[in-house]
Every structure is written in structure tokens, then in C-alpha cells.
């Protein structure tokens, strides 16, 4: 009963900032390699950040220095705070989970207007 359940998507102007939540429940008993990926209409889902289980992020060069990724290990919850929004960052955002086969949310819609 492993569940990833993504939250904080919404409709934002250009220049704007959002903050999306990721919270894990079920059988997850390790901290683990967790991240975001995002797919927008016509392209392959692609890698937005990851976190590791000590905390160490890392991000797709196309968000650097506008993304951040982070965790709260209390509360089995994984954040994405998304500043400075462009247009192209429009896309559904996913969670994702390393733990075994891996796990995945159902989406959250993003969606910049210019």
C-alpha cells in the first residue's frame, strides 16, 4: 500500500512561484532517493531534482538556481519550490520514489501563462 500523493499545482503568471508536495504513506520504512519529473504535452517525461536519503539535491541543468528541492523525513514528505517560473515549465509534475521497483504519484498539473 505504498501511495506518493503530490499536492500544490496550480495556474501562475511568468516570473511566479509554486510550491508542490509529495507525501509518501504505506509500506516505506527507509529514507530514501526521492525526486521530481514533469512531462509536458508532446514531450518524454523528464528528470526536474532528486534528493537523496542524506539530504543532497541535485537538478536538471533547466532549473538550476530556480528550483529547490527538499524533505522533511518526519513527515514523509518531499517539497518542490518552483521560483521564477517561465512559460516552458508548464507541465503535469510527478513524484517519484526510489524504493524498490520504484513508485511514482499520479501527477500534478503546473501550468505558466506568459
Known amino acids: 500500500q505504498v501511495q506518493l500523493v503530490e499536492s500544490g499545482g496550480g495556474l501562475v503568471q511568468a516570473g511566479g512561484s509554486l510550491r508542490l508536495s509529495c507525501a509518501a504513506s504505506g509500506s516505506i520504512f527507509a529514507i530514501i532517493t526521492m525526486g521530481w519529473y514533469r512531462q509536458a504535452p508532446g514531450k518524454q517525461r523528464e528528470l526536474v531534482a532528486l534528493?537523496?536519503?542524506?539530504?543532497?539535491?541535485s537538478y536538471a541543468d533547466s532549473v538550476k538556481g530556480r528550483f529547490t528541492i527538499s524533505r522533511d523525513n518526519g513527515k514523509n514528505t518531499v517539497y518542490l519550490q518552483m521560483n521564477s517560473l517561465k512559460p516552458e515549465d508548464t507541465a503535469v509534475y510527478y513524484c517519484?520514489?526510489?524504493?524498490?521497483?520504484?513508485?511514482w504519484g499520479q501527477g500534478t498539473q503546473v501550468t505558466v501563462s506568459s
Open positions: 534528493i537523496t536519503s542524506g539530504g543532497r539535491p
Open positions: 517519484y520514489a526510489d524504493y524498490r521497483s520504484g513508485y
